[in-house]
């Protein structure tokens, strides 16, 4: 039941991220707040809940964002996929583990985006989106990991209490 | 007379006679100086005792000054916050007061000025979000505009809210003419958010400082809507056109109020435009 904080959360998180995240720019990339809270989410090994929280986040991007929503749904989806993944792998080091989701996860939405939208006809230039884009929102999702794997992993105590768990 | 009685007519002499002298100003640098030393006195005794007193009421005081004190740093935070709103609504008054300027600049055009109220959340897009739509009668392909030049157009329209695709978008062009030269050319968005323009035939003398106009061409903005100034231009030989890059005339980091222009359609010549021969 205590699940159903996603939906303000998340709604709160796009709301930042359109309202201010994209306005904190080094160079021309920024962080990616729903992206770095649904790795830290599905990292949790007592969530059940991951895929849910990822096609909220699906929906709320894809209805605010004017990027296609394949593109989207995609690339959310195989953060969970990659997260739950290496959950079960490195579940004793989760801040690497954290680590390597957003590394993953960030490169494979940046080159999907430019995939997708390089067909749709949008004249972009690799070297360009690799320098000028998605490093610098790598470094930027790098450093916002630490706080935010914490931050969701009180929540999913929370949500999650042990007792309910056992 | 005794001699005591003498003694006392003496000295009431001596010193009327003293005082009758300094009252006649006979001893002026001797009084002064004498003053002088007595008001250095008196003013170390005083300000003995303000401190000694001071001491002494210290601790009433002290209580009453820290709640003076609590009460003057509560006042003093409500009057930045006062003041912080105000700086706002004098921002916010300045540009509405430059853009009621633009509107009535250019009385053929109607307006509905709207606030930016959010950004793509994909950095490679360059789109904005304000908080006017459909029930303001926003539709897709209005231009938008500040009172330094044209913004976008509306992309994609909701009830409240209108998502607005830049300029300088990397998906954005716009058929613009060089306002000096009086020739087309085209300016295209980037990754970067910066505007470049291409299509400029070889034949023309491009200068830095040009100045930057929508042309109109293709139904999709209104004519001589600013767009910028040419900053460089590249010429090669072997190319077929010259490009140049555009110092845009507005600031797309600092939107924070545009105007839509209603009363534009714009025009879709897809239909007329020539289909590829197999």
Not at chain 1, 119 to 135: E, H, K, N, Q, R
């Amino acid at each position: 039941m205590r699940n159903i904080i996603a939906f303000p959360l998340l709604g709160l998180a796009v709301i930042l991220q359109s309202a201010i995240i994209s306005q904190v720019k080094l160079i021309s990339g920024y962080a990616d707040l729903p992206l770095l809270m649904l790795a830290a989410w599905a990292l949790q090994e007592r969530v059940k809940s991951a895929w849910h929280w990822a096609a909220l986040v699906c929906v709320m991007i894809g209805f605010i964002s004017s990027m296609p929503w394949p593109v989207v749904t995609i690339g959310y989806l195989a953060v969970i996929f990659v997260a739950q993944t290496l959950q079960k792998r490195v579940w004793q080091a989760p801040l690497l583990a954290m680590f390597s989701v957003i590394f993953i996860g960030t490169l494979f939405i940046h080159l999907l985006s430019f995939v997708v939208l390089r067909v749709l006809g949008t004249p972009f230039a690799f070297a360009d989106v690799i320098g000028l884009i998605t490093l610098p929102s790598l470094l930027l999702n790098m450093l916002f990991s630490i706080p935010v794997y914490s931050l969701m992993r009180d929540l999913a105590r929370w949500v999650y209490p042990l007792e309910e768990h056992e | 007379m005794n001699s005591r009685s003498l003694q006392t007519t003496i000295i009431f002499l001596v010193v009327g006679g003293i005082l009758a002298l300094s009252l006649g100003g006979f001893f002026g640098s001797a009084s002064r100086q004498f003053s002088s030393i007595l008001i250095d006195v008196q003013t170390w005794f005083s300000s003995r005792f303000i401190g000694l007193q001071d001491f002494i009421t210290a601790p009433r005081d002290i209580v009453s000054l820290r709640t003076r004190n609590a009460e003057l740093e509560s006042q003093v935070s409500q009057l930045q916050a006062q003041v912080i709103e105000l700086q706002q609504r004098v921002n916010e008054t300045e540009i509405l007061a430059a853009l009621v300027d633009f509107s009535r600049s250019n009385p053929e055009s109607t307006y509905k000025a709207a606030a930016v109220i959010g950004r793509d959340p994909s950095p490679f897009l360059h789109y904005i979000i304000i908080n006017r739509g459909s029930n303001d009668d926003i539709r897709r392909g209005m231009p938008v505009v500040t009172n330094q030049g044209l913004v976008g157009r509306i992309d994609a329209v909701i009830a409240d809210a209108a998502r607005v695709q830049l300029i300088t978008d990397p998906a954005s062009a716009v058929n613009v003419y060089l306002q000096n030269v009086e020739t087309s050319a085209v300016a295209f968005g980037s990754v970067t958010g910066d505007i470049s323009l291409d299509m400029i035939s070889q034949n023309i003398t491009v200068e830095s400082g040009d100045l930057i106009l929508t042309s109109g061409l293709g139904g999709g903005f209104p004519s001589d809507l600013i767009i910028g100034q040419v900053v460089t231009i590249r010429s090669l030989e072997f190319e077929l056109f010259q490009q140049a890059t555009i110092q845009p005339a507005v600031d797309f980091s600092r939107l924070e109020i545009v105007l839509v222009i209603t009363n534009f359609r714009p025009v879709d010549i897809a239909p007329l435009e020539p289909l590829p021969s197999p």
